[in-house]
């Protein structure tokens, strides 16, 4: 069997079926860990060690104290610089916190002037190497998934539990995303459309001719025909998307194009599949 085929046990039995770009408000543990360790890292290079103990910078001395005062809302009166209890209060937000306060501490690290520009770096890429559904951009955090998408790929997944070949195609699609790989999550959407398509038109062949027998029995709406058209000859034509046997060029697509795909293709397998009832003869 092919690797890029196969699909882990969680995704096969249905433990871990929604990527976790498309998970709005949840904060994995990978995220977490990661998070914290660039924070550790950040502590490291802010302090220093003396004869009686662990010391701020100066500079970082102004992180600390705002930390205590603007984030933690404790009175300035009752700042003691004490690196190990500031930290632990920092480790107990990313330990366990919900995701906004979490994401509040990110954001104030992020903001920070006198926080270093390694600190900002690494807690950006921190999001992209968990596969998180949010991004660090500009000090602030935004979602690049959306509840609707991943609503759309859950709902085709159950609606596609009689359709094995579209179902295997969403599934892949869904598993590329979480690799990262951009390019084979797009070639999978598109494939689980085709899938379906054919399914309801099985004397045709190819997407294009499938899309057109079902619009000519009244199965598809005109716009519908056009919207899917677009979506496959843009796989079609971006080389690496359909062609998965070029491997001198990568494709060029990203993660918004793949996790639009992903919502898009879902969308229309559970279309297609509330019209299996009437297939083209």
């Keep these: 069997m092919e690797e890029r085929n196969y699909i882990p046990f969680s995704q096969r039995e249905g433990f871990e079926l929604t990527p976790p770009q498309l998970k709005i408000g949840e ?6 860990r990661l998070l914290e360790y660039c924070i550790d890292i950040e502590f490291d290079r802010g302090t220093f060690h003396g004869i009686e103990g662990e010391y701020f910078t100066s ?5 600390a104290k705002d930390l205590h005062v603007l984030f933690f809302k404790h009175r300035s009166s009752t700042y003691r610089g004490n690196v190990d209890k500031i930290q632990q209060a920092v480790q107990h937000v990313t330990q366990t916190s919900k995701i906004g306060e979490l994401f509040d501490l990110v954001e104030f690290f992020a903001r920070h002037a006198v926080c270093s520009q390694e600190l900002k770096v690494e807690l950006a890429n921190a ?24 609503a759309a790929f859950e709902r085709a997944l159950e609606d596609a539990q009689g359709e094995s070949a579209a179902r295997s195609h969403l599934l892949s699609a869904g598993l590329a995303l979480r690799n990262g790989d951009w390019a084979g999550s ?32 009244g199965h598809l709406h005109g716009s519908l025909k056009q919207a899917l058209g677009k979506l496959y ?46 297939p083209v003869e």
């Excluded at 379906?196 to 062949?205: D, N, S, V, Y």
């Design 127 to 150: 999001f992209v190497q968990a596969r998180a559904a949010y991004r660090l951009v500009d000090g602030q955090i935004i979602a690049i998934g959306s509840a609707e998408q991943a």
């Design 27 to 32: 904060i994995s543990k990978d995220l977490r």
């Design 186 to 217: 797009v070639r999978d959407s598109i494939h689980s459309v085709e899938a379906m398509a054919r399914r309801l038109a099985p004397k045709e062949k190819g997407l294009g001719a499938a899309l057109k027998g079902l619009e000519e029995k």
């Design 233 to 278: 000859g843009y796989a079609s034509d971006e080389e690496g998307v359909r062609h998965a046997l070029v491997f001198n060029e990568e494709a060029s697509v990203d993660e918004a194009d793949a996790l639009f795909m992903l919502g898009a293709c879902a969308a229309f397998v559970s279309y297609l599949v509330a019209r299996t009832t009437t």
């Design 59 to 63: 500079a970082w001395e102004r992180v």
